[in-house]
């Protein structure tokens, strides 16, 4: 698949952001030497029992020639694992100045998302994507970057992993239940023993090859959930690499739930642009 | 009227077929002469090259005085229709034309008006005894009608020179005695010079002078003596 | 014994090079045109349904509603539906670029984020082409261009170049290229990929879909799926598979097609009088030997088959050539028919190059082998019949032809007069097959007739020519007057050619006056504006801004905003035109042409009830006080029908209705044509002028005063009726072809004659004169001949043909100035085919001509 098109769909899902912020944030399980691998992924993923979170965050893609891409967005998000409902607008730069997406997440449900344009004033919906499409041109794809269902996959520890960051890690290998739950054939994973944050990753094709490459430092805590606030994705295959920084998070800040309608999606165009809206949503 | 001067008539490329061997004749104004031979005897060559529709090979062909060999296709043609009528033994009518749009012809395509050409064509046919057919064609008409018919064409522009080539030759033996009539009487009239090519010996008797020719040469020549007309 | 007999013919050929070339060539030009004719059809066809097959993708199925497009509610309600897995909506739109060439550009306007999954793009990778998606989204004025388009017209990422759109004059930005391949072949590359709703918004097309692509779950069947969603949809929305719609184009271009379709057979018909003059040639050169070989103890049975024999080569070669000629002329014709259809019915086709149909190749040899074969037959028989003594006698004894009997000229007689009646008295309901069978009993009575008609025709010349021609012009008639068979044939073709060419002329002038009458009463606005230089386009649009703001220019009394659509219409599609309808009946000064007028004035600009035109209430038989019922996109739509309209705007049938209702059904408030009139005194060149200012740079409009707009229309008429020119040209080639063909046999069986008339001093330069004038006579009866049958067959045209494919009449015309236009034309260029014959003839040997025997 081609670039263009593998970009621009992914657009669609950046929603799927908080997904990957699940994976770095985590509240704090209990930890024992010789932990059970399923137990150790689990800790990870529920960490974050928030009920809304705000994000300000910068993404950069690196290309193959060096030069970069740069966008920056809001994020927000209410509801937690399972049933969430996410707003991402981006800030810069003013060509996509405005853009949002709105994707409400229910578990058993397809998920369903909108998206907004302000020189048109339009909301429109859009269909759900492919897991191995990459997020907003980056080196994300969509699973990295989704809400993980333990379920997908079944793990095993294989040792302790280096020291990263000045945390002791275990390192998971986590092998997909059936090959259409992931576009991966294995994936390892360095987790924190004592923070539930996945340091680094290493994700192999169905071929064994190693497509992908993930670091995550800068850790911070807010509001009791640790999170990684400089994420880098590399494909080593094509000398490209992306990094997203968090500049900000909050939690609990009391967003409101009226604001996640595409009904409000295309009010808030109206507002910006003091001009009727035009949808039909 | 005519004379042929060491006249060779030469066919073929490879093998070379000599049609007339260095034939030199001389014919005066109003003879009379009769060419007699077995077929392949070289007549016809020899009626070609007196008519100018065929060129010789070698040597000179004067007719009234005109150098034929010399002269391209169409002077030799416009020779042949102010000086020569010809008649055929397959009378060769044209056969969508009646009597006298074929006997006018002649008159038409030296580019006389019809008006002229019809009178003088008329007047022709009345001359041959066939005024009544005049505008029979030639399938309604008898072969002896149509030899009529085929001499007032050649006769029609008052020819110095008439060729005749078997006059009769298709004809039983009264209407070729009827033709043979018909063509002495208008000769007189018309003071023509007449060469008869013929087989029929006695045809040829009738006339003022018999030459025999055989392999493309004259081998003979006889002067016939006539009780009551001689020549002019 | 046959080898033998083959012997002799291959001789025969060898002998007579040019005879034989001359016959294999007249099958070849037959058989070429046929071919060309169905090859440019296939491959016309082939190009508007691969183009939508591309344009399809992988989707199985295809919901639509006409042109007017459906709200895109609908999209949630396809998705929605089970067994659906994927659905795309599409909207398409051809802009008009301003380069140089003034050429359009195909936009699709997909959901690119989601459309890959139907649609392969084969988008270029290099990084540096890919621009940020986001950005394509977020920007209206993003495009992705074909390669070829960009290499054309020197565009790279990141340039900008002007569209039009209903928005007027608009910069758009390159955002991305894709290859040449799969759907970047569509429409010779000049395509390009927009956003939907971006395309939605600059092209003014509201929240309107033109189509929605679907792909089925594989685990359920295409046509259950069609089925469910057909249940699920409102009624005006159709459901078919790509391939069904490709087919359905076939209709739309039916009445060209059937246009074509008859020229084909025209081409045929004609090649077979060619056939048949040839092999009379040959049995006339062969006379003498057939003679002898009769004489000899040969079978007249085996005369015949070897002359059949002969035939079936010589058709299997011609109809090879034919096939290998044809198909360069089909390569040569596709593009211009692809225009003519893309001009009449907006309909988008590149036809690349010729498809090859084995099919209709075989079918082609078929035909062409057995237009010899019967071309071949009579001569044949005749031979076969020929008296050994006869044919080796002397000329004179050689019978006048018998012409003609009584029986067979009252046969001719029957034939037309009953053709006539059935044409007359059947009820167009048997279907336009049988009545072209009840045309071709005309023909056949008139080629029956035929001879004596030259006869006739060459008597009452000859006394012309004797006195124009001389002796050679009465020798040249005779010979026809004579033989009335030999040049029949010619002549024959010459008829059925010149007969097409002359009532297909009548029939687009009778059109035309039809046209003009009907124009000066409906079409009087002072000023027209339409959105496109075809007579429409289903695909760009004004908005209804536009006629505001001409509207508002001083001197502007009223600017009307008129759409015109096609929609679908039971099984078949018709014409749509939403006017407005007070103005509309204020400005013709009458509401109906059947029906209560004060009714319709009342209740048309109230939206309750419609107008239809005659034509169609006799193709759909809807008459005045039924009910039209029609499927629209949002629901069914009842109105009774108030009034009968003579209208001639489409072959398919109109529908008038009130725009309000039209925009209320159709959720569409597009515009293709502004009617403007004028306050008194106003000069219509000065506002036109206006406008050109106002739209100039701005929306690409063409401004037409009264005058200009119905020369334009007679442009638009002429395209259409392509096929008379097609006509045209295969009759003056076979006219050539013909005359050289029937001058060739009259001066080989007349060589004795130009013999004689030689030996008793008639001129070269007299015989070329003789022949070439023959050339001029044959030329002369055979238009003649053609402007008799005319008159027969313009009355089919006019009576039956106009009502099967368009179903309106038109009055009858005779069209005289085309015929004495011709006859000087055909004159001319039977002069220049008799060259080469007169050439011959006057190079006969005199000696051999009249021979000794």
Redesign the interface.
Same mark, same amino acid.
């Given at each position: 698949m081609n670039n263009f098109v593998r970009n621009n769909m992914s657009v669609k899902r950046a929603v799927a952001l908080s997904g990957i912020l699940l994976c770095v944030g985590a509240a704090i399980p209990v930890w024992s030497a010789a932990a059970d691998a399923r137990a150790v992924m689990e800790g990870v993923y529920q960490q974050d029992q928030s009920k809304d979170m705000t994000i300000r965050a910068n993404l950069e893609i690196v290309g193959k020639d060096g030069t970069g891409q740069k966008k920056k967005f809001v994020l927000k998000r209410i509801g937690g694992l399972g049933d969430s409902k996410t707003l991402l607008t981006f800030t810069d730069p003013a060509e996509i100045k405005g853009v949002t997406l709105l994707s409400f997440i229910h578990k058993g449900d397809p998920d369903q998302q909108w998206l907004y344009t302000p020189a048109i004033q339009r909301v429109r919906s859009i269909a759900p994507r492919e897991r191995s499409e990459p997020f907003a041109g980056s080196d994300f794809t969509y699973e990295d970057i989704a809400e993980r269902v333990l379920d997908d996959f079944t793990y095993k520890m294989l040792s302790d992993g280096e020291v990263m960051q000045g945390h002791k890690t275990y390192k998971i290998e986590a092998t997909p239940v059936a090959p259409d739950r992931s576009q991966y054939k294995y994936v390892y994973f360095w987790v924190g023993q004592d923070v539930p944050v996945i340091l680094a990753a290493e994700m192999y094709d169905q071929s064994g090859k190693k497509v992908r490459e993930f670091h995550a430092s800068g850790l911070k805590k807010v509001n009791g959930i640790t999170g990684a606030r400089h994420l880098e994705m590399i494909s080593p295959l094509e000398n490209t690499h992306t990094v997203l920084t968090i500049d900000d998070a909050q939690f609990n800040t009391g967003l409101d739930a009226k604001l996640f309608t595409p009904e409000a999606l295309a009010e808030s165009g109206k507002e910006t642009k003091k001009k009727p809206a035009k949808n039909n949503q | 009227m005519i004379q042929l001067v060491d006249v060779s008539k030469n066919y073929g490329t490879a093998e070379i077929v000599h049609a007339l061997k260095h034939m030199c004749l001389s014919i005066d104004r109003g003879e009379r002469v009769a060419l007699m031979g077995p077929s392949g005897s070289g007549k016809?060559t020899f009626l070609?090259l007196v008519?100018g529709?065929?060129e010789p090979s070698t040597g000179s062909i004067k007719i009234d005085g005109i150098e034929l060999s010399s002269l391209g296709?169409?002077a030799r043609? /416009?020779a +042949? +229709? &102010?000086k020569i009528g010809?008649i055929? $033994?397959?009378?060769?009518?044209? !056969?969508?034309?009646t009597a006298i &749009?074929n006997v006018s012809? !002649?008159l /038409?395509? $030296?580019?006389l008006s +019809?008006r002229e050409t019809e009178e003088r064509a008329g007047k022709m046919l009345e001359r041959v005894g066939l005024k009544k057919r005049a505008t029979h /064609? !030639?399938?309604e008409l008898s072969g002896g009608e149509?030899q009529r018919v085929a001499i007032a +064409?050649?006769l029609v522009f008052r020819p110095p020179l008439l060729l005749a080539?078997e006059p009769t030759g298709n004809l039983d033996t009264a209407t070729g005695e009827e033709i043979l009539d018909l063509l002495e009487v208008l000769h007189r009239e018309f003071n023509s010079t007449l060469l008869l090519v013929t087989h029929n010996e006695y045809a040829a008797k009738r006339c003022d002078r018999i030459l025999t020719i055989r392999d493309g040469a004259i081998i003979g020549e006889e002067f016939v003596e006539h009780a009551q007309h001689g020549s002019d | 014994m046959l080898g033998a007999l083959w012997f002799i013919t291959f001789r025969q050929w060898h002998s007579h090079r040019l005879r034989v070339f001359l016959t294999v060539l007249g099958i070849a030009l037959g058989v070429s045109v046929f071919f060309a004719i169905r090859t440019t059809n296939a491959t016309l066809l082939d190009s508007l349904k691969l183009t939508v097959e591309k344009l399809a993708g992988k989707a199985t199925l295809q919901v639509t509603s006409g042109e007017s497009g459906f709200p895109e509610e609908i999209l949630d309600k396809v998705r929605a539906t089970p067994g659906v897995k994927i659905a795309e909506p599409v909207i398409e739109v051809v802009a008009h670029t301003q380069f140089e060439d003034q050429g359009t550009l195909l936009i699709l306007g997909v959901d690119t984020a989601s459309d890959q999954k139907l649609r392969d793009y084969q988008f270029d990778r290099s990084k540096t082409d890919v621009v940020d998606p986001l950005v394509f989204v977020a920007q209206p004025d993003s495009i992705l261009i074909s390669r070829a388009f960009g290499d054309k017209h020197g565009l790279k990422v990141g340039d900008k170049f002007p569209l039009f759109t209903s928005r007027g004059r608009k910069e758009f930005t390159v955002r991305g290229t894709f290859k040449p391949e799969g759907i970047g072949q569509v429409f010779g590359g000049n395509i390009a990929v927009m956003d939907i709703y971006s395309a939605q918004f600059v092209f003014d097309r509201g929240h309107n879909f033109d189509r929605i692509d679907v792909m089925n779950d594989p685990a359920q069947t295409v046509e259950a799926v069609q089925q469910r969603l057909r249940e699920s949809l409102p009624a005006g929305i159709d459901v078919a598979q790509p391939e069904t719609r490709g087919q359905g184009l076939e209709n739309t271009v039916a009445a060209m097609r059937e246009g074509m379709l008859v020229t084909s057979f025209v081409a045929l018909l004609v090649g077979l009088y060619i056939i048949f003059n040839s092999f009379l040639i040959n049995v006339n050169q062969r006379w003498k030997e057939i003679g002898v070989l009769r004489a000899i103890g040969l079978e007249r049975r085996n005369v015949t088959l070897m002359f059949l024999g002969e035939a079936l080569v010589m058709g299997i070669l011609g109809s090879i050539v034919g096939i290998v000629g044809g198909y360069y002329l089909a390569s040569a014709a596709s593009g211009l028919m692809g225009s003519a259809v893309a001009s009449v019915y907006g309909l988008v086709s590149t036809p690349e190059r010729a498809i090859f149909s084995w099919n209709y190749a075989i079918t082609s040899v078929v035909l062409g082998v057995a237009a010899s074969l019967i071309g071949a037959w009579f001569p044949a028989h005749a031979a076969a019949q020929l008296d050994p003594t006869m044919a080796l006698h002397n000329i004179e004894s050689r019978k006048r032809e018998a012409v003609l009997g009584w029986i067979r000229m009252a046969a001719g007689v029957l034939l037309i007069a009953l053709g006539l009646v059935l044409i007359r008295w059947t009820p167009s309901t048997v279907g336009i097959k049988v009545q072209f069978v009840f045309a071709g009993l005309m023909l056949a009575g008139l080629t029956v007739l035929l001879p004596k008609f030259v006869q006739w025709t060459a008597q009452a010349l000859r006394p012309m020519m004797s006195h124009f021609g001389g002796s050679e012009g009465a020798l040249a008639v005779d010979a026809m007057i004579q033989a009335p068979r030999r040049s029949s044939a010619t002549v024959g073709a010459l008829m059925i050619g010149l007969m097409f060419v002359f009532s297909t002329g009548a029939f687009i002038q009778s059109y035309e006056g039809v046209m003009d009458r009907w124009m000066k009463r409906m079409l009087n606005s002072d000023l027209i504006v339409a959105s496109s230089q075809l007579l429409r386009s289903p695909t760009y649009h004004f908005s209804e801004e536009l006629g505001t703001k001409i509207g508002a220019i001083p001197g502007v009394k009223i600017a009307e905003n008129v759409r015109f659509a096609v929609i679908p219409y039971a099984n078949d599609s018709a014409a749509l035109i939403a006017y407005q309808m007070k103005d509309f009946m204020d400005r013709v000064g009458y509401a109906v042409d059947d029906g209560d007028e004060k009714v319709a004035r009342e209740k048309m600009p109230l939206g309750e009830g419609v107008l239809l035109s005659r034509n169609f209430s006799a193709r759909f038989h809807v008459g005045l006080g039924d009910t039209l019922r029609l499927q629209t996109p949002t629901g069914p739509l009842e109105r009774p029908v108030l009034g009968i309209m003579d209208d001639y705007r489409s072959e398919k049938g109109t529908i008038f209705m009130d725009r309000a209702l039209y925009k209320q059904y159709w959720k569409d408030d597009s515009v293709d044509f502004i009617d403007i009139t004028l306050n008194a005194g106003v000069d219509p060149l000065l506002i036109k002028q206006q406008i050109e200012r106002l739209t100039a740079n701005q929306e690409h409009a063409f401004v037409y005063t009264n005058a200009e707009f119905r020369g334009w229309v007679f442009g638009l008429v002429h395209q259409f009726f392509l096929m008379n020119n097609i006509q045209l040209i295969v009759a003056i080639l076979v006219a050539t072809l013909g005359i050289v063909n029937t001058l060739i046999i009259s001066v080989s069986e007349r060589r004795r004659e130009i013999g004689i008339i030689r030996a008793i001093g008639g001129l070269r330069a007299q015989i070329r004169k003789m022949v070439l004038l023959e050339a001029v006579a044959i030329s002369i009866v055979g238009v003649l001949t053609g402007a008799v049958a005319a008159l027969f067959n313009t009355y089919f045209m006019v009576h039956t043909v106009g009502m099967a494919l368009a179903g309106y009449t038109v009055p009858f015309f005779y069209p005289w100035l085309m015929i004495l236009v011709t006859l000087p034309i055909v004159m001319v260029i039977s002069l220049l085919a008799g060259w080469w014959p007169a050439r011959r003839a006057a190079q006969v040997k005199v000696i051999e001509a009249i021979g000794y025997e």
């Open positions: - | 016809s070609n008519c529709l065929d296709d169409d043609t /416009r +042949r +229709r &102010e010809m055929f $033994q397959t009378f060769n009518l044209l !056969p969508t034309l &749009e012809l !002649p /038409r395509l $030296q580019g +019809r /064609r !030639p399938d149509r +064409r050649a080539d | -």
